[in-house]
């Protein structure tokens, strides 16, 4: 059995190389710099953590009202 270890190489000739970037531009999208994809990403997470606090302070409000609310007035004796 012939094991064939060189790899498969396909010469692809400057013309082909045009014509496929030409195809190949208006069926893509648009490939985003590694800034803006950190931007991106930056702002989700940063998005996430205002929902989460936005979700804490309300618990909290709710929490505390409800504690509030629960204690009586006490009157003070001499």
Known sequence: ????????????KRSE???RVKAGASSQ?????PQDAARDMVN???EWV???QRKRRAE?????KGLLLNTSPQSSKA
């Not at 059995?1 to 692809?12: F, L, S």
């Not at 999208?29 to 710099?33: H, L, P, V």
């Not at 909290?60 to 505390?64: S, V």
Request: charged residues 30%; positive net charge; proline residues 3%.
């Open 1 to 12: 059995m012939k094991m064939d270890t060189k790899p498969n190489i396909k010469i692809i």
């Open 17 to 19: 190389r045009n014509q």
């Open 29 to 33: 999208t648009i490939t985003k710099k």
């Open 44 to 46: 989700t997470v940063s």
């Open 50 to 52: 205002n929902e989460f």
């Open 60 to 64: 909290t409000t709710e929490a505390l």
